[in-house]
């Protein structure tokens, strides 16, 4: 391992004024020195997963792109609204995909999960269910300290695209740090 980490986010919304997008674009500011926060490619043209398709097509380029990138890096922040109490269909798919894949890329990857949503709770159902996900597919999830960024609308500046509320910066600071530590931790 690098003496700089190397993180990347996966981002589970395709809306073009996604508040979550705006929460992954200020990591990269918010990340602790020695940390490099870059985006992965979006999840947004990947075909629905069809065993038929990958057999006939083999893996779209676009995931074996984002799965090169996650096996190269250090940790993955996965950064999602909440849909319908859940994981939205494109992260799902895009992970299915992921999924599938003879190298794993998430396998004894550190993973740390942010959510956040117009609404009071933050995302939290989807966390809970994009943990049990990520279970079955060997990522070491941090635990502690989560961020699920409730009434997310209140704490970005829609024309910079950023957040801006002070108290989440700093949370969403701390908990790049523990991540730091946390990556360390598990490749020791």
Known sequence: MSASLNVVTLLGSLRK??????VARTLPKLAPVGMDVLPLPSIGDIPLY?????????FPARIEEIAQQIREADGVVIVTPEYNYS????????????????????S???????????????GARCQYHLRQILVFLDAMVM??????????Q????QKTGEVVDQSTRDHLTGQLMAFGDYIRRVKA
């Open 154 to 157: 209140s704490k970005v500046d």
């Open 50 to 58: 069809d065993a038929d398709l990958q057999q006939e097509n083999g």
């Open 87 to 106: 994981v939205p269909g494109g992260l799902k798919n895009a992970i299915d995909w992921l999924s599938r894949l003879p190298e794993q890329p998430l």
């Open 108 to 122: 004894g990857k550190p993973v740390l999960i942010q959510t956040s949503s117009m609404g009071a709770i933050g």
């Open 17 to 22: 004024g996604s508040f979550n997008a705006m």
């Open 143 to 152: 635990n502690k300290p989560e961020f699920m960024g409730g009434v997310i």
